[in-house]
């Protein structure tokens, strides 16, 4: 079958470093998104990993490991607007139609 | 500046009534996507198309239908409003190439059925 876990909730400091976690176990693989939901709002794209490693994106970074099922979203310097859902998504099935499978999502509050 | 827009934020409707609602998108997409978001569930895949006319069965497509007479616009078919479709459904669109072509996502309109 098709799973995706993260944590469902973290609180973190303003100026901090938080880390949210995804594991996956899904049936092909064509590249793990994560993407940002703030209350009320739809998804925004924020990065995307297909190779192992981290790619670096300003305050956040994105790191995969696809010999583990496994990757994690990185934010930096937490600010308070970063209070916000984010989601873990795969890619799987054939890479043209971009079919994602979802993590239910992790809250992140920011407190001062 | 690439848009998908969805034709209500909110809507009630009562159970039994049959159900609209329109997402479009002006980026030349092959790809759309019906999704419902419910807590502690996450995004959820209704239907997906590929190009015009053509349609997929995503993970949860009892009691919906789907539409795409035209590329920009792809639309989601309640055919009975029940009170457990009452959810937020997202639609998204993305390029129909390989690689990093991230799913661009519609405002959701939030569903009531009473």
């Known amino acids: 079958g098709q799973n995706i876990d993260q944590p469902t909730e973290m609180t973190a400091t303003e100026g901090a470093i938080v880390q949210i976690n995804c594991t996956y176990q899904t049936s092909g693989f064509n590249g793990l998104f994560w993407y940002q939901q703030h209350a009320g709002e739809a998804p925004t794209f924020l990065s995307y990993?297909?190779?192992?490693g981290l790619e670096e994106k300003g305050r956040f970074s994105s790191f995969l490991s696809r010999s583990k099922g496994y990757s994690y979203l990185l934010l930096k310097e937490l600010q308070m607007k970063d209070s916000a859902s984010y989601l873990c998504a795969v890619k799987y099935g054939s890479s043209n139609t971009g079919k994602l499978i979802f993590g239910q999502g992790t809250t992140l509050q920011v407190k001062p | 500046d690439v848009k998908v827009t969805q034709s209500s934020r909110y809507l009630v409707k009562r159970t039994g009534e049959k159900v609209f609602l329109e997402c479009v998108q002006d980026m030349d997409h092959e790809n759309m996507f019906w999704y419902r978001q419910d807590p502690g569930l996450g995004l959820r895949l209704i239907y997906f198309s590929y190009d015009v006319k053509m349609k997929e069965k995503g993970d949860i497509p009892e009691g919906y239908s789907v539409s795409r007479e035209k590329k920009e616009r792809f639309s989601l078919i309640l055919e009975s409003a029940s009170t457990n479709q009452t959810s937020m459904y997202l639609c998204a669109s993305t390029l129909g190439t390989s690689g990093h072509n991230e799913q661009f996502f519609g405002p959701g309109t939030r569903l009531t059925v009473l």
């Open positions: 990993n297909v190779l192992d």
